[in-house]
Nanobody, 121 residues
Framework: QVQLVESGGGLVQAGGSLRLSCAASARTFSSYAMGWFRQAPGKEREFVGHIMRSGGSAYVADSVKGRFTISRDNAKNTVYLQMDSLKPEDTAVYYC??????????????WGRGTQVTVST
């Protein structure tokens, strides 16, 4: 089992920045690709981005490309989502996931409980 705990969400004005963190319980953290998804009210959960096990490759959705960056620190069992130039449409609950990754997708095996991000105008 892998337990994932997100932190760093909150309220920010449009154009601002937030950094989300996701701490994993597993000593095998580096065995998993890690990713971020989000779900806005009334919408389906959508992929934001993921990073491969070594951290050498990362992928983000077109909707956040150039604004969001994913990184990881395997020594700290933590993955990060740096969000810059935030827009009101980025408002959502952000979920961390651990699973199997490829250049095309992340297939999650484990989920965190989510952290709320609200971007005001």
């Amino acid at each position: 089992q892998v337990q994932l705990v997100e932190s760093g969400g909150g309220l920010v004005q449009a154009g601002g920045s937030l950094r989300l963190s996701c701490a994993a319980s597993a000593r095998t953290f580096s065995s998993y690709a890690m990713g971020w998804f989000r779900q806005a009210p009334g919408k389906e959960r959508e992929f934001v981005g993921h990073i491969m096990r070594s951290g050498g490759s990362a992928y983000v959705a077109d909707s956040v490309k150039g604004r969001f960056t994913i990184s990881r620190d395997n020594a700290k069992n933590t993955v990060y989502l740096q969000m810059d130039s935030l827009k009101p449409e980025d408002t959502a609950v952000y979920y961390c996931a651990a699973g199997i990754g490829s250049s095309r997708e992340l297939v999650p095996n484990y989920w965190g409980r989510g952290t709320q991000v609200t971007v005001s105008t």
